[in-house]
């Protein structure tokens, strides 16, 4: 049997026992059909499997005993955030979900000169994030946050840009160093943001000579800047 992941809160473990409560617990009961005595892998967003079993299941809550702690394989080594510019007709969705899968630990929405969807639901995209994290056993944390292209670049630590003009770098020569990258929204980057953008130090990097959709985009530069810094090994 296929040993399910649950997601709990530090303030939920007292002497050697997580007691889940809230919509993990009806997920646990009502979509996984958990039961008594079936064996569990608790995530508190650590980077490891707290391994147990459900000694007892009440009316709004289950108890699992910890017998066991062991470092996820899957949790990334290198912290990676994605500035992302914000899209629309849910494209943000799906970038969130993907780049979670693929491995970033942060997803900031900016606002800048060409984006059109200024509404960013950071509540549904957390969600999203969380749900993408037991999708791929991940074991840490992803945030979802939301800022302005500025705000955006004043913050990126060792970053780059993937633009569709002339650039500096070739996908080839992205840095194996890189912490946090740049992807436009359907309307990509006005010459203003990248210029203050290498004012700032932060490199373009090319995609190639096809015209790529936003979402796409995104997926191709999160594998990329993945493979880069090992976080696909």
């Not at 969130?96 to 639901?121: I, M, P």
């Amino acid at each position: 049997m296929e040993i399910r992941r649950l997601h709990a809160n530090l303030n939920d473990f007292n002497d050697g026992v997580f007691e889940i409560s809230g919509d993990e617990f009806n997920y646990a009961v009502k979509v996984l059909r958990q039961k008594q005595g079936f064996s569990v892998i608790v995530n508190v967003g650590d980077g490891y499997d707290h391994i147990g079993v459900i000694t007892e299941i009440k009316k709004d809550r289950l108890c699992v005993k910890v017998s066991e702690k062991v470092e996820n394989p899957a949790t990334p080594k290198n912290k990676i955030t994605l500035y992302q510019g914000s899209c629309k007709l849910g494209k943000n969705d799906f970038i969130v979900q993907k780049a979670v899968e693929l491995g970033v630990s942060r997803v900031v929405f900016f606002t800048s000169d060409f984006v059109v969807e200024k509404d960013v639901n950071l509540e549904r995209l957390n969600k999203i994030a969380k749900e993408a994290l037991k999708q791929c056993d991940r074991a840490d944390e992803v945030t979802v946050e939301l800022s302005t292209f500025d705000n955006a670049v004043n913050a990126a630590e060792n970053g780059i840009i993937f633009f569709e003009g002339d650039c500096d770098l070739s996908v080839n020569e992205i840095p194996s160093d890189v912490k946090s990258y740049f992807v436009g929204s359907e309307g990509g980057f006005s010459e203003k943001e990248i210029s203050l953008a290498k004012e700032k130090g932060i490199k373009t990097v090319s995609l190639g000579k096809r015209i790529l959709r936003a979402e796409t985009a995104s997926v191709v530069a999160t594998t990329l800047v993945q493979l880069k810094t090992g976080g696909l090994l």
